[in-house]
């Protein structure tokens, strides 16, 4: 909604949001993969100044659902519940796809929209490194879009560029399953236009975050997260808090 090809300024939002999500591992030609699904559902407020005049809506629907399979190709093969628990830990590569596909709420007619009417696509390669207690990891991705060809008021098409994101993670072992982590993104690109418009700035931001797990009984664990804008050249000049609750099964 913070689209640079939308007439908004002075932009101020609060949002919420819940999340269900499914996650399964496996053996994939004998190395470890995990493929996640998820749904979000978003309610909230948004104001601002269209062409300087105040404004303020409501939306209250599905997000864009999102698809991911991870494989890891250089470390400790798929194990056993009972072998992984033992495995010493190990330098690990990894890669994955993230699908995000056009399934949240969208009307060309209106401005500020939950879903995109468009798919994205993430391939990123990821290496985890531990260090004592520590974990150090570092993510690199290319966010690729399709185009949006409903773009308001519906006869538009909307084009955006690839953003390359980095990533980095510094996380702690308290105990077992018991974790913290501080945070750091940047992506850049992603210049936009409308039909055979001029093309937007796009973006350069960074942001940092905070991250707690904790367990709760044996198959149970509880995380908490934080993340705010660093730099922020458009868009992400915002706050979010996260609390999330995981259950894990094994067969």
Known sequence: MFDATVPLTDVNARLNAGTVGLGRTFNLGGRLALLTAALPYSWGKIEGL????????????????????????????????????????????????????????????????????????????????PVGRWDLDAYAALWLFTKNDAFFTGEATRRQDPIVAFQGHASYTIKPRAWAAVDATWYGGGKAAVDNGPETSGVGNTRLGATLAWPIGRRQSLKVAYSAGATTRAGTDFKTVAVAWQVVWMD
């Open 50 to 129: 269209v062409a300087e005049q105040a404004r303020q809506i409501t939306r209250s629907g599905l997000v864009d659902a999102r698809f991911k399979l991870s494989v890891n190709l250089v470390g400790p093969p798929a194990m056993a519940p009972a072998e992984f628990v033992k495995a010493p830990r190990k330098t690990v590569l990894g890669a994955s796809l993230t699908a995000i596909a056009p399934t949240g709420q969208y009307d060309p007619q209106k401005l500020i929209n939950l879903g995109t009417n468009r798919w994205a696509f993430k391939p990123e390669v990821g290496v985890s490194h």
